[in-house]
T-cell receptor, first 115, second 111 residues
Framework: GAVVSQHPSWVICKSGTSVKIECRSL??????MFWYRQFPKQSLMLMAT?????????EQGVEKDKFLINHASLTLSTLTVTSAHPEDSSFYIC???????????FGPGTRLTVT | QKEVEQDPGPLSVPEGAIVSLNCTYS??????FMWYRQYSRKGPELLMY??SSGNKEDGRFTAQVDKSSKYISLFIRDSQPSDSATYLC???WGYGNKLVFGAGTILRVKS
């Protein structure tokens, strides 16, 4: 149990366009979902925390108008990178936790390349 | 000083060795402790989860938490080349709270 999927696994987009990444908990209800960004050979950097039906809480320095997060159901959260630029190229990973739990289960990640 | 300190390695060991990975932390409010394994270009995989101080064993893996020393460890017995990965310690204050990660230790098990 505790499987989290992400789609797409790899996406290439042109500068100025928007791209949406989906994160799904497949076999449990995720009351809280998290979005991370990871640069090569670095640890994970938390971008935002989202609770189902509520607005996401963004970490300091993360532009909420650029990285739109929606957590519309207990099994789905989406991250939309708006007006993407080459510096947004990175590995984006989501995680999910059950109600009453502290451990997080991670998705396989999405590699975004902006040309 | 970082909240969670973890030696980035790399740590190289021969196949079959016992591996010891460690993290120290400064915030005594942490109650939940986790170890994740991350292969290159993949999402982290939860290996061990412990609450408060004590030991927990699962197959070849043993996690230890010493809250009095603010020190956690992960032991891997009979290490295999497939264990070669980055190991991340993580901890949190409570349910639904964000995780604070260590930098990750790169482990290489040589056959």
């Amino acid at each position: 149990g505790a499987v989290v999927s992400q789609h797409p696994s790899w996406v290439i987009c042109k500068s100025g366009t928007s791209v949406k990444i989906e994160c799904r908990s497949l076999d449990f209800q995720a009351t809280t979902m998290f979005w991370y960004r990871q640069f090569p050979k670095q640890s994970l950097m938390l971008m935002a925390t989202s609770n189902e039906g509520s607005k996401a809480t963004y970490e300091q320095g993360v532009e909420k108008d650029k990285f739109l997060i929606n957590h519309a159901s207990l099994t789905l959260s989406t991250l939309t990178v708006t007006s993407a630029h080459p510096e947004d190229s990175s590995f984006y990973i989501c995680s999910a936790s059950r109600q009453g739990a502290s451990e997080q289960y991670f998705g396989p990640g999405t590699r975004l390349t902006v040309t | 000083q970082k909240e969670v300190e973890q030696d980035p390695g790399p740590l190289s060991v021969p196949e079959g060795a016992i591996v010891s990975l460690n993290c120290t932390y400064s915030n005594s409010a942490f109650q939940y402790f986790m170890w994740y394994r991350q292969y290159s270009r993949k999402g982290p995989e939860l290996l061990m989860y412990t609450y408060s101080s004590g030991n927990k064993e699962d197959g070849r893996f043993t996690a230890q938490v010493d809250k009095s020393s603010k020190y956690i460890s992960l032991f891997i017995r009979d290490s295999q080349p497939s264990d070669s990965a980055t190991y991340l310690c993580a901890m949190s204050w409570g349910y639904g709270n964000k995780l604070v990660f260590g930098a990750g230790t790169i482990l290489r098990v040589k056959s």
